[in-house]
């Protein structure tokens, strides 16, 4: 079953001197196991977007489904649990970690979900395992004594602790270095493969979303320009272009695709790279 979201409008402030319109009729299909990536420039509405996906924002018009509930019509358990399926991992996570131990940082989720204590220490377990901190050693420790990657790690796992079908990155990787963002990546790759989640990430890095993506969303003024597979999405390199997404990016990315094999039509490719 699919996260739809049919023709989403969103105006913040709407009837006040400082009226925006950050999302303008956007309409799209997540299916269930796709890797998704929105890219697009700053303030393009790529995070509006990402927060009606568990309905933390309502829509001025429009309609989110997910396993077809309509999020936002009705109050009650069924919706809770809809939207409760849908894990969201904001931009730099770890800025809301709060508790004074690892473990009850992690737990806070499940606990609030109800889980039983037992069903609340195996998850946080399987949660710092995954995220390769060892329970043990970690467990009883400050997170603010952590270093920002780990603290990053620590927040991630908060949110896989609740078994989410769907999760939500808005810019994992943003501030950390080359190593520990493809350690990041590689588990966001692994949570897909291995776990069968649903990924939906806001990235800006075109490599990022070369090597991981199924499809790709570009976002512009608060419309979505364009939503395919990489190949589709990069032959339009109008879009790309107005979007803001800089040339050198692109022909890096086409220069992957290439690489990693992905189904590409190489004259196409070799035809863009001579422009
Ligand atoms: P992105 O994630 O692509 O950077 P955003 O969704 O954050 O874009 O923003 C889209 C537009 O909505 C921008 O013009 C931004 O200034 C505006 N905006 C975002 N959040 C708010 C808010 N809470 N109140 C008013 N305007 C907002």
Redesign the pocket.
Known sequence: MPIEVKNISHI??ENTP?E?K?LNNVSLTINEGEFVAIA??????????MQHFNGLLNPTKGEVFIDGIDINKKKDKKTLNARRSVGMVFQYPEQQLFEESIFADIAFGPRNFGCSEDEVKQRVKDAMDFVELDYEEYKDKSPFLLSGGQMRRVAIAGIIALKPKYLVLDEPTAGLDPRLKQNLLQKVKKLHQKEKMTIIM?SHNMDDIALLADKVAI?RQ?KLMIYGGPREVFTHKDVIEQAGLLEPEVMQLLRKIKEYGLDVDINALNKQEAL
């Open positions: 913040y402030m400082y925006k950050a697009g420039h700053t303030g393009s509405g790529k995070s509006t977007l806001v976002m608060g």
